[in-house]
């Protein structure tokens, strides 16, 4: 076995494994009831399934400057994801965004 078959096959897992973390976020984003159940599923998930993803397309390219770039992408999205959710739920928190879902009070 070559350095090229185990460098695709680990790069098939990846991405399959980054698509599945990926495809579990959209779920989570339709099925779950409110803004902090939701942000929970859109932040947690999705982080882990772009960086398999950048991982697998990362060890199929074997390309050092797409290495590169696709280690900057990961580093903002590290930065970037967490804030943003936490910043969206906080606002949520503190009442700025309606819960369409909550009864009408009387």
Do not use: C
Request: charged share 15%; aromatic share 4%.
């Amino acid at each position: 076995m070559s350095w090229d078959a185990v460098a695709d096959g680990a790069a098939l897992v990846a991405v399959l494994l980054g698509a599945l973390m990926n495809l579990t976020t959209g779920i989570g984003l339709v099925r779950l009831p409110d803004l902090f159940s939701r942000q929970h599923a859109g932040a947690k998930p999705q982080v882990l399934g772009v960086l398999l993803t950048l991982l697998g397309v990362g060890l199929a390219l074997r390309d050092r400057s797409a290495t590169v770039m696709l280690l900057v992408v990961a580093a903002f999205q590290l930065l970037t994801v967490p804030v943003s959710a936490h910043m969206v739920t906080r606002a949520g928190y503190r009442g700025y965004v309606e819960n369409p879902d909550a009864d009408p009070e009387p």
